[in-house]
């Protein structure tokens, strides 16, 4: 059994002794970096200081965009080094055999690579794979073996490194073969420039390994030799240096860690919460270990003591062995107790999860023995055998009961899940639990370079972009980083450092491996249940299966799923089992490692990308390539400010939570605990003589079921929160952030953080205190009442709101659950009474001028997407509408929508429209405000129809047979409205959408060529004839269904993804592609998974719509990131909810006015017409599919609309037939006029594509009717876009003076 973590952490102490490595020389690097500063920011028409004194350099080229092939071109592979999925599932299983042990087998899938893949090994396999591989030999001192895939390398074009040398020597040293080793360093120095003093400080060295070498110096001792005693006394140096380098790294790593404890446990909060009261528990298995992962951070006084870095890194680093151990330490306990009834006060699951395990534990031994015979499944264990070796049986066998648990009720499978997303996420808990050991055991020296990287961060100095980009260059000098790329769902590209190649895992292996553990553990998880003995009539208990695998139809298709059988869910309490949380993706108690290139940074250990990418290689290869080309340190750099942003537990708000928990009643968003389930609606008299009744009452039941599961499942997301929050009271928090594609930042653990519910944010407050000052206290009294609802107001209203309820506020702070409770009225009663707590306290304190806060005061933007817009159009009307013009009030652009429609309503209800008559009055603010709000970012007739209807039915005054007619009656209003207000914005959205549309339908001219439909010099193809149906031949087998890739049916290579950079250099790839399936055969069933290294047709109807929302996104974030630099670079704490920004209470002012300033900065750039520059350069020499009617002589008619696609020619089939979806789209077609004016002809050919594969059938027939033989010319013409609107006239500096823009 392992030692508890608190142990652990001190037995580590010794190995941190050979930490401090080349840390002299970095020192001089950055300390003479930092004399002459020069603060480098990566510029895209937008200049902001990194820091506040350094003089901006511009960076050479940095106008150009990074372009890359396109996907349809072969290019794109070799240029991207995109891995093909075979490849990497043979690198995956090489890399599995190298640290099982299998040297055998993996020397054998070596050479099958390379003599049949041999053009792929040239690309992919790299110094990293050859050293791991080399580093298999060593570990079991082959020697000879080592020595001769160094020779290969050399064949295969590779030069070996220090590492290979040293790795060759380390193999040959522990087989006590030093003559040989001495000989490899000899052949070395007489071959290479490589130095001795490089080997030795090879990361694949331990310091036990470093000691081996010296025996080299003993062992040679007779040898006279010139050459030999000149490597000897090399030897005797470099060894010398690293071993005292080591003993140095002690004092010092010691000094620093002590300061730092002793400066965490002085900050801010220096009292210790001893004595917490414990949290009424849930029964869910996710909540269980979640407190057994925090359970080392319950002692505060132990906490206190240790070293918070290494605190960190011990966190970071348990997993579900840390849970096993526990779980039987547990129980051997209770035995010694003589506790043999129902052992250790566990709960009746927790000991049939126990007998779960041991049952498990064997079958999985068994079968990896099976796997080593390679007897029976035959290829399928060669593929999946590796993996199961890597970690221990007992850790395979609790990361699947765990991950099944956690699962249930997923992916709306009532009592279950589906079988796909069981096996994947089975696989992928093994891979992450695995490289959770891997990144343990790696070498010290990597550890220190983390370490030093961590303090340069701490100490601001990173903030400087020229300390930075030096770092980062040195960091790639010593780490060699590769280019290799892999697919991986989660955006990993699974890149090494000197030390070690772990390749991520694809999909493939995962559902294998996750489906063999899965199906192994469903064998063997039984559940006792009472029954009878039908003879005897005596009772006996008899075990059931726990998990039954079978099939049922989901949205009309057949899904394999995983079902939780009747007892099991009964011992569940019938609760769902969710969200059972990571104990790597819990706060961190340091700041988070820096971002200094796309993949580095965020957890200590943990590896993690700063975007968050999903089945999309193209968006990873131009982050990276973006990335080393350092284009995005200034994304990096936002990034980094918000991870720096200290948070501690408000412990007032906390304690109040606490006690309603525990009370079990409904408070707040604290839905009540169910102790008992409600009695049953009583059944009707008619129930078994009326189908209608029985269905009725039926449904009943299912309402109240489905309401107690949601009620509990939301009881257990708070109470994840409660026990988070519970364990990091006497411990500051940070959040390491990374991004979406859009480049919107999010804080990566999921349980805590201020971007969570109200909840989450009244428990949550700056770790650091500032005082209020005369400006803050007023600012605090206005955000008071903000959070209460009162923010339609004036500034001095609100204050004035807040001073009159007085009473209230210190009533809510004295008896929270026992007063008049009238925090609870608040829109956000949690934020409001953390609010009150602070006001509170301010008041009483005599000087709330000088109290020290610690409470962030939000400032949020006026429905930001719109605010964008109408800063892109140049919009006056709107720019009034959203504050961006000044105003002695605050504008509501809602309460403005609502009062047209209004009017438009009451003048059709004065016409007679019988519609417009019941909605008279009924149109308030809340019916059109969701509507408004998601319309710019890209909701459709349909989707705001849906909207409204909801609202309308909570007025419950509107007859519930006309609600349908009657929200898609407003829908159309809200958008002609939006269109009145908005016209500039609305021209922009217009060009946004039409400009995507072209895009995704176009295709390099260098792809034509490749495909030989084009000449080099492109030329129109001859007419085609589209031939009568009686002549068509039919094709027999795939041909039929196949399409030739022509001007006639180009879809199938129409790969362009809409690729714009936002102004701080980041690029963004759309990642909108038709779905791409991968059938696995796995041992439960065949599942179909993403495959996303295959090249996938764009689904250009999701490129073009969502456009226009994705780009003012990355608008949003870039506005975010520079106002967070900024406000580092003034002293400012920053925190941010996306349009949301946070700071204390007497910074306000002043971030006030650098969030204009960066807004002015960022809309005085010619944002457009740069988007329009870069599509032209990027989209250069692209070709669109063109069809023009023949006439009778053979002459293309003549027309005054220009020649239509091929989709729109033949859209117009479609449109014939007058049936339910023809209908939806002429609805969505009349709402899109209303908003973009009726001249817009071509958001129809969108909808068209939407439902073109509906369609297919009365597409064909309709061709056959109404072309016949007419005539066609298909050809290829080049893309060409629309000229962008005219913008209007606002003046985007007014927004400098608009005190209500973020208020």
């Avoid at 193209?618 to 995005?632: C, F, G, M, P, T």
């Avoid at 007859?959 to 922009?988: C, D, Q």
Wanted: proline share 5%.
């Amino acid at each position: 059994m392992s030692l508890p973590l608190s142990r652990q952490l001190a037995a580590s102490t010794r190995q941190r002794v050979f930490l401090l490595r080349h840390s002299q020389q970095k020192q001089h690097l950055l300390t003479k970096v930092t004399a002459g500063t020069t603060a480098y920011y990566t510029k895209h028409y937008y200049s902001s200081a990194a820091t506040a004194t350094a003089e901006e350099t511009i960076v050479p080229n940095q106008h150009s965009p990074v372009i890359l092939p396109n996907p349809a071109l072969q290019a794109f592979r070799h240029n991207a080094r995109v891995m093909p999925s075979n490849i990497a599932e043979q690198f995956a299983v090489l890399n599995a055999c190298i640290r099982s042990g299998d040297m055998a087998r993996a020397e054998r899938i070596m050479k099958e690579l390379h003599r049949t893949k041999t053009d792929e090994m040239k690309t992919f396999a790299d110094l990293h794979i050859y050293n791991t591989f080399l580093n298999g030999f060593a570990d079991k001192s082959m020697g000879h073996e080592c020595l001769l895939w160094l020779d290969n390398m050399r064949a295969y074009g590779l030069s070996p490194d220090a590492n290979s040398y040293a790795i060759v020597a380390k193999a040959y040293l522990k087989n006590t073969a030093f003559r040989r080793a001495r000989a490899t360093l000899q052949e070395m120095q007489a071959e290479t420039s490589i130095t001795i003093q490089d080997v030795i400080k090879s990361d694949f060295l331990t310091e036990n390994d470093v000691n081996l070498f010296r025996k080299i110096i003993s062992e040679s001792a007779g040898n006279t030799t010139a050459e030999v005693q000149k490597l000897l006394q090399e030897l005797e140096k470099a060894t010398t240096d690293v071993l005292k380098e080591s003993s140095i790294a002690m004092e010092q790593i010691n000094s620093h860690t002590e300061a730092l404890a002793s400066a965490i446990g002085a900050e801010s909060n220096p009292d210790l919460i001893v004595n917490v009261p414990e949290a009424r528990q849930t029964e869910a298995m996710g909540v269980a270990f979640l407190r057994e992962q925090l359970q080392d951070l319950q002692d505060p006084q132990k906490v206190a003591k240790m070293d918070p870095y290494e605190l960190q890194l011990g966190l970071e680093q348990q997993g579900y062995e840390v849970a096993m151990q526990r779980l039987l330490h547990m129980k051997e306990s209770s035995r010694e107790r003589g506790d043999t009834l129902a052992a250790m006060n566990l709960t009746p699951l927790k000991n049939i999860m126990w007998e779960w395990h041991q049952k498990t534990v064997p079958l999985i031994i068994k079968e990896i023995e099976e796997c080593d015979a390679v007897q029976g499944r035959g290829q399928e264990r060669k593929m999946y055998g590796p993996f199961l070796r890597l970690l221990k049986p007992e850790t395979l066998s609790m990361i699947t009961m765990m991950e099944l648990l956690r699962l249930h009720n997923s992916s709306g499978i009532a009592d279950g899940m589906k079988t796909a997303r069981a096996v994947i996420d089975v696989g992928k808990a093994v891979e992450m639990e695995y490289n959770a050991i891997q990144i343990k055991r790696a070498s010290a020296k990597r550890a220190q370079r983390n370490y030093e990287v961590h303090n340069l961060f701490a100490s601001g100095k990173l903030f400087n972009m020229a300390v930075r980009r030096a770092h980062m260059d040195m960091v790639k000098q010593q780490e060699g980083v590769g280019e290799l790329l892999e697919s991986s769902s989660e955006g990993d590209t699974g890149t090494s450092s000197q030390s070690e190649w772990t390749p991520v895992w694809p999909s493939t292996i995962r559902a294998k491996v996750g489906s063999v553990l899965a199906s192994i553990f469903i064998d063997a998880a039984k559940i006792p249940v009472p029954s009878y003995n039908p003879e005897t009539r005596e009772k006996i208990i008899e075990h059931i299966p726990a998990f039954f695998h079978t099939y049922q139809y989901v949205k009309g298709k057949r899904v394999g799923i995983i079902k939780f059988s009747e007892p099991l869910t009964n011992l569940l309490s019938r609760e769902p089992v969710r969200d059972t949380l990571h104990p790597r993706l819990l706060p961190m108690i340091v700041q988070p490692r820096p971002w200094l290139s796309y993949n580095s940074g965020g957890y200590l250990s943990a590896k993690s990308s700063c975007m968050r990418i999903k089945d999309s290689p193209e968006q990873l290869v131009y982050l990276h390539k973006a990335s080393e080309q350092d284009r995005i340190n200034a994304v990096l750099a936002g990034l980094d400010v918000l991870g720096s942003t200290q948070w501690r537990v408000n412990t007032n708000v906390f304690n109040v939570v606490l006690e309603a928990w525990n009370t079990g009643e409904a408070i707040a968003d604290i839905p009540p605990a169910i102790d008992e389930h409600a009695p049953l609606p009583p059944k009707p008299e008619n129930y078994d003589t009326d189908p209608k009744a029985k269905f009725n009452w039926v449904n009943k039941v299912k309402q109240q079921q489905i309401e107690e599961k949601n009620k509990h499942s939301l009881r257990c997301d708070v109470n994840y929160k409660v026990e988070t929050a519970r364990a990091f009271l006497n411990l500051p928090m940070y959040f390491p952030h990374n991004m979406d594609f859009r480049g919107r930042a999010y804080p990566i653990p999921p349980t805590l953080n201020h971007l969570g519910n109200d909840l989450c944010r009244g428990i949550l407050m700056f770790g650091e205190a500032k005082p209020l000052g005369e400006r803050g206290w007023r600012w605090l009294k206005i955000h008071l009442a903000n959070l209460y609802g009162y923010d339609k107001h004036s500034f001095s209203e609100r204050e004035h709101f807040t001073v009159e309820n007085l009473p209230n506020i210190l009533d809510s702070v004295e008896n929270p659950l026992t007063g008049s409770r009238w925090w609870l009225n608040a829109e956000s009663p949690w934020q409001c009474l953390a609010a009150c707590c602070e006001v509170a306290a301010a008041y009483r304190s005599g000087n709330p001028e000088g109290f020290m806060s610690h409470i962030p005061i939000h400032q949020d933007g006026t429905c930001n997407g719109l605010q964008h817009y109408a800063a892109l159009g140049g919009d006056l009307a709107g720019a009034e509408a959203v504050n961006l013009a000044p105003s002695d009030r605050p504008a509501d652009v809602y309460t403005g929508v609502a009062d047209i429609v209004n009017r438009l309503v009451e003048k059709e209800a004065a016409e007679g429209d019988e519609l417009a008559k019941v909605l008279v009055g009924k149109i308030s603010r809340k019916v059109v405000k969701q509507t408004v709000m998601t319309n710019v970012y890209g909701v459709t007739f349909i989707g705001a129809r849906q909207q409204i209807i909801s609202r309308l039915r909570e007025r419950d005054d509107i007859p519930p047979e006309m609600l349908y007619n009657a929200a898609g009656y407003l829908a159309k209003k809200v958008f002609a409205s939006l269109g009145e207000m908005f016209n500039g914005a609305r021209s922009i959205q217009d060009w946004l959408t039409d400009t995507a549309r072209r895009i995704a339908k176009s295709i390099p001219e260098e792809a034509l060529v490749e495909a030989g439909i084009i000449e080099k010099k492109p030329t129109d193809l001859s007419a085609e004839e589209v031939p009568e149906p009686t002549k068509k031949t039919k094709k027999k087998g795939r041909a039929a269904s196949k399409k030739t890739f022509s001007a006639r049916n180009p879809s199938s290579n129409q790969m362009t993804s809409v690729i714009w950079t936002t102004p701080l250099g980041l690029p963004i790839v759309q990642p909108y592609r038709r779905s791409g399936k991968k059938q696995v055969a796995t041992l439960l069933q065949t599942v179909f998974i993403e495959d996303p290294e295959a090249s996938r047709p764009v689904n250009a109807l999701k490129q073009s719509t969502a456009f226009p929302p994705n780009f003012v996104h990355s608008l949003d974030a870039t506005h975010m990131l520079m106002s967070a630099v900024a406000c580092h670079e003034q002293g400012m704490t920053f925190a941010s909810v996306h349009d949301s920004y946070w700071t204390h209470a007497c910074d306000v002012d002043s971030m006030n006015k650098v969030i204009r300033d960066q807004f002015i900065e960022l809309h005085s750039q010619p944002i457009m017409e740069n988007l329009y520059s870069e599509f032209l350069e990027r989209y250069k020499d692209y070709k669109v599919p063109v069809v023009n009617e023949i006439n009778a002589k053979g002459k293309k008619k003549a027309s005054s609309k220009k020649a239509t696609t091929v989709e729109e020619e033949e859209s117009e089939s479609l449109l014939g037939f007058e049936d339910e979806m023809a209908n939806e789209i002429k609805e969505e077609k009349n709402a899109m006029d209303a908003l973009f004016g009726a001249e817009n002809e071509e958001v129809n050919d969108d909808l068209i594509d939407e439902v073109e594969a509906e369609a297919e059938g009365s597409e064909k027939r309709s061709e056959t009717k109404k072309r016949g033989a007419r005539k066609y010319d298909y050809t290829w013409e080049n893309l060409e876009l629309a000229p962008l609107p005219k913008k209007g006239e606002f003046d985007i500096k007014q927004v400098r003076e608009s005190d209500y823009f973020f208020h």
